[in-house]
């Protein structure tokens, strides 16, 4: 999974593009340019299952399935 180099928030008009790209475009050839390039995790990249890992820890995993739900879950709406 890829994932920005500065942390996600809604549009702001008073953020500077720059900023609202890196956040907002997970795209490589967009954040292999911004200065926090791999600020995060190494080249801005995590595995399905580190993010199914940090979901099913996370405060918006409301049912509080475990991470092999959450995967099995996706796998069927894909």
Not at 24 to 51: P, R
Not at 63 to 76: A, G, I, Q, S, T
């Amino acid at each position: 999974m890829r994932t920005s180099s500065k942390e996600y928030t809604d549009y702001d008009p008073n953020v500077p593009s720059d900023d609202q790209i890196f956040m907002q475009l997970t795209n490589n050839a967009i954040q292999k340019d911004g200065e926090d390039y791999g600020k995060f995790e190494e080249g801005n990249i995590i595995s399905s299952h580190a993010l199914f890992e940090f979901i099913s820890q996370c405060e918006y995993n409301v049912d509080k399935l475990p991470k092999k739900d959450l995967e099995e879950n996706f796998k069927k709406n894909i």
